[in-house]
């Protein structure tokens, strides 16, 4: 049990466009969702907090209007990059909380190209 | 949280046992010791936490030492697939808060 599905695996955009990630809990309810953001031969880091029905709280530098998530349900949280950069070529991973009994699941990432 | 120490990397024989250090000299009495590991480009996979008592799953084992200033994560026969990143990560059971990654140990399991 405890599934967390992280779609697409990975993608491939051009700059200026957007870029939708779904993160979706299979057999649990999530109301706390992470998402975490991972360059080559670096650790993950936290970028925002996902709460449902709630707005997004970010880590310091994220952008809000950059990174737009939205948690409308117990069961999906999605993280849009918005007009995409090179840069923000990536490896994003969301996580969600099993409160009910308490552990961390992950996705299997998303890795983002942006060309 | 507290702070926790890694080696960046071991090596390891396959077939051996992998025994993997984690300091957290600042760790609180309610504070657990959770291992993931991350092998390349997939998700965190969680292995196996404890308070003070050491554990075993199926995956491994937690050795606590007395004073839980140190722990070891032990692979009891290590395979290819078990290299990996391993993350140890200290923190309150029950808090809603993010999970925050070091740099762990790079484990290489050689042929």
């Known amino acids: 049990g405890a599934v967390v599905s992280q779609h697409p695996s990975r993608v491939i955009c051009k700059s200026g466009t957007s870029v939708k990630i779904e993160c979706r809990s299979l057999?649990?309810?999530?109301?706390?969702m992470f998402w975490y953001r991972q360059f080559p031969k670096k650790s993950l880091m936290l970028m925002a907090t996902s709460n449902e029905g709630s707005k997004a709280t970010y880590e310091q530098g994220v952008e809000k209007d950059k990174f737009l998530i939205n948690h409308a349900s117990l069961t999906l949280s999605t993280l849009t990059v918005t007009s995409a950069h090179p840069e923000d070529s990536s490896f994003y991973i969301c996580?969600?909380?099993?409160?009910?009994?308490?552990?961390?699941?992950f996705g299997s990432g998303t890795r983002l190209t942006v060309v | 949280d507290a702070k926790t120490t890694q080696p960046p990397s071991m090596d390891c024989a396959e077939g051996r046992a992998a025994n993997l250090p984690c300091n957290h000299s600042?760790?609180?009495?309610?504070?657990?010791v959770y291992w993931y590991r991350q092998i390349h480009s997939q998700g965190p996979q969680y292995i196996i936490h404890?308070?003070?008592n050491n554990e075993t799953n199926e995956m491994a084992s937690l050795i606590i030492t007395e004073d839980r200033k140190s722990s070891t994560l032990i692979l009891p026969h290590a395979t290819l697939r078990d290299t990996a990143v391993y993350y140890c990560?200290?923190?309150?059971?029950?808090?809603?808060?993010?999970?925050?990654f070091g740099s762990g140990t790079q484990l290489t399991v050689l042929p």
């Open positions: 404890g308070l003070k």
């Open positions: 600042t760790i609180s009495g309610n504070e657990y």
């Open positions: 990560i200290v923190r309150v059971s029950g808090s809603a808060r993010q999970l925050t």
């Open positions: 057999d649990f309810q999530a109301t706390t």
């Open positions: 996580s969600a909380l099993r409160q009910e009994a308490w552990g961390y699941t």
